[in-house]
Nanobody, 115 residues
Framework: QVQLVESGGGLVQPGGSLRLSCAAS????????MSWYRQAPGKERELVAR???????NYVDSVKGRFTISRDNAKNTVYLQMNSLKPEDTAVYYC?????????WGQGTQVTVSS
């Protein structure tokens, strides 16, 4: 069955970095667009970054220049490199696979930016 497993979250100080990973299985990863979303307490889930099956990327304005999404189709994994983290980046981060009329979600990983 389809599985998306996020990892790499944790507690980091402002200005620090984290790299999130999302390992996928159960579908043809290379043919799906992959996204990272986040949801902070009391807020709606928002799209952070997206990468298409051919590698085109887009980002929410608040993370441009700080976050980088990438994918390794050989490893069925999508990454989110997060630099210059701010307290407002604190949220649960989810990866999503989309394609062919289907959306698949991971269980999320907590990122907390605090001194």
């Amino acid at each position: 069955q389809v599985q998306l497993v996020e990892s790499g979250g944790g507690l980091v100080q402002p200005g620090g970095s984290l790299r999130l990973s999302c390992a996928a299985s159960g579908f043809t990863f290379s043919r799906y667009a992959m996204s990272w979303y986040r949801q902070a307490p009391g807020k709606e889930r928002e799209l952070v970054a997206r990468i298409t099956s051919v590698g085109r990327t887009n980002y929410v304005d608040s993370v441009k220049g700080r976050f980088t999404i990438s994918r390794d189709n050989a490893k069925n994994t999508v990454y989110l490199q997060m630099n210059s983290l701010k307290p407002e980046d604190t949220a649960v981060y989810y990866c999503k696979a989309e394609g062919f009329g289907y959306d698949y979600w991971g269980q999320g990983t907590q990122v907390t930016v605090s001194s």
